[in-house]
């Protein structure tokens, strides 16, 4: 068996094993849902659940790659990552390992969501809607996994990651276009949610909605998702133990 | 020439000048070792650079300068090499508490690519005597368990070479008896350990050869025998009330300050005990307790890198707390 796949299969057995992780990853994207959703006292859209749902899956997809660095951190201090290391396959592998089980996990609760919404009253996905919405996800995983990992790698501590997982998830999600449109924007956060990647993702899957295919935004994140595994896989390479 | 000499067959680490340093800090220096198929032990306090050595052996850490080999594999150039043939069981006891017992083997089974690891698997359980609770979670088993299962992990693909980093840290008197056994019996089918700790009497009892490390520096490399008769005397060791101002005796040498007493190196111990007695009543000095015995490793440890002139009572003192934190 590839040494990716076995990395991957122990992270999502510890997962589901752990079960409030668990119950926690799928519980807390539907509470987002229910109440940002159904909650919020909207004017623009008479159906905000549709308008909302693709900035609630890459919101999941965000949470889920940190909380995957986070994995990353606690093998390092709990001596794993050392263990790893010292085993023939590459040192890289650990990473895809990691990169690979994000994505899993995301896509799971991506599907969780996407069923939810649809109860909830959104419209329904094409086969190829949905073909292309995971398809961005997957590509957004692997993103941010990356950068999670090299941060992790960085900062080399449990509590320091954790804050620094704080500061970026609030400030990169609000900034994005996940919550309303460019038009309904105050005019100073306009450029900085153009140029925000949380936007790519979500304006994509928007896209594909009304049956276009997005390839500005699907071409960004590849090329931005391949220089982050390069500096991913770099940092890697280099980490001292 | 020298290391031409040494780099044969026989030996399956071999280093040539081995060094690490941070910034200022030279963690090892100028190490040089040949481990053939014995139990290796390699002997310091905290922070003298074991683990360094072994990070650097294992292919996780550059060496600042020098090289070495491990299984004829040069540790720069051939790290994958390096890595298929041995196994790492570092200090931490990190086994996935979620997965059961024989799931934490299997995984290390299929990373380090066995054949057939479900049967390799069950063999190495079977060996290290956890086939019984191989179905339960890691999580429930006990501090020698857990170290028997990374033992287990670590050689379901039959290493040629196996380091161990302290692997008795933390477990009672019967895992750490249990532990050394299981490494004496890998010694005898072969197998090379390379064994790190700062328990004197473990490597004296089970190690076939030791090297004495301080600051990053071999200090003596021997067999537990030959280290202690660097010290062909007895040891007395006498507690006492009052100051000690030095006695004069022939045949009976001061060596050190052990906590609360005054250690002495005696030629003929027997004759020296009313000897050193009558000498410190002499000098108004009241004795409490005297003992005395053949010199241990601990003694050597002691003799080798603690009696430079600068360090006083206080500073071996401490050294020994940090050498023997054992309650």
């Known amino acids: 068996m590839n040494p990716i796949l076995v990395y991957c299969r122990r992270d999502l057995i510890r997962w589901f094993r752990g079960k409030w992780g668990f119950i926690s990853a799928m519980v807390m994207p539907a509470a987002w849902l229910l109440f940002v959703g159904l909650a919020l006292p909207i004017s623009f859209t008479d159906n905000y659940i549709d308008f909302v749902t693709p900035g609630i899956l890459v919101m999941t997809i965000l949470s889920a790659s940190l909380a995957g660095g986070g994995l990353l951190i606690l093998d390092r201090m709990l001596g794993f990552f050392n263990k790893f290391l010292a085993l023939p396959p590459p040192r890289e592998s650990i990473l895809f390992g990691k990169i690979l089980v994000i994505s899993i996990r995301g896509i799971i609760q991506s599907t969780i969501i996407l069923c939810f919404a649809f109860l909830l009253g959104a419209k329904l996905y094409t086969p190829s809607q949905l073909a292309g919405t995971y398809l961005i996800l997957f590509i957004f995983g692997a993103l941010l996994a990356s950068a999670a990992a090299s941060i992790a790698i960085y900062l080399d501590d449990h509590d320091q990651y954790a804050a620094a997982n704080a500061m970026i998830t609030m400030p990169l999600f609000f900034s994005s276009s996940a919550m309303m449109p460019y038009e309904q924007m105050p005019s100073w956060l306009v450029p900085v949610a153009h140029i925000n990647p949380l936007s790519f993702a979500i304006d994509g899957i928007r896209i594909f909605q009304t049956g276009e295919i997005p390839l500005t935004q699907i071409g960004f994140l590849s090329i931005l998702c391949v220089f982050i595994i390069g500096v991913a896989v770099h940092v890697f390479r280099k980490v001292q133990v | ?327």
């Open chain 2, 1 to 327: 020439m020298e290391k031409e000499a040494k780099n044969d067959a026989r030996y399956s680490i071999v280093t040539y000048d081995l060094t690490k340093k941070y910034g200022d800090l030279c963690a090892v220096n100028q190490v040089n070792l040949s481990v053939g198929t014995e139990i290796f032990g390699i002997l310091g306090p905290n922070g003298s650079g074991k683990t360094t050595t072994v990070l650097m052996l294992t292919t996780l850490l550059e060496p600042t300068q020098g090289t070495a080999e491990v299984c004829g594999y040069n540790i720069h150039t051939e790290p994958r090499k390096v890595r298929e043939s041995i196994s790492y069981v570092p200090q931490d006891m990190a086994v996935d508490v979620r997965l059961t017992g024989r799931e934490n083997v299997h995984m290390f089974a299929e990373l380090y690519g066995v054949q057939n690891p479900a049967e390799r698997s069950e063999e190495v359980l079977r060996i290290l005597e956890l086939s019984d609770r191989a179905d339960e979670y890691a999580k429930v088993y006990s501090g020698g368990m857990r170290r028997r299962l990374e033992l287990a992990q670590a050689l379901v693909h039959n290493p040629k070479v196996l380091f161990l980093d302290e692997p008795t840290v933390g477990l009672d008197v019967a895992a750490r008896k249990k532990i050394w056994e299981h490494i004496k019996k890998l010694r005898n089918a072969g197998m090379t350990i390379f064994v790190t700790t700062h328990y004197m009497d473990e490597a004296d009892k089970y190690c076939d050869r030791v090297a004495i490390i301080d600051h990053g520096t071999i200090k003596a490399i021997d067999t537990p025998e030959n280290l202690k008769k660097i010290i062909s005397q007895d040891v007395i060791s006498v507690s006492v009330t009052g100051p000690y101002t030095g006695v004069d005796l022939p045949g009976v040498r001061f060596a050190f300050f052990e906590d609360e007493s005054i250690v002495f190196y005696a030629d003929s111990g027997d004759e020296a005990l009313p000897q050193i007695k009558d000498a410190l009543s002499a000098n108004g000095v009241t004795v409490t307790a005297m003992s005395l015995r053949k010199p241990s490793l601990d003694d050597v440890f002691l003799h080798l890198v603690g009696t430079e002139e600068d360090k006083g009572p206080f500073n071996l003192s401490t050294f020994r707390n940090m050498t023997r934190r054992r309650g």
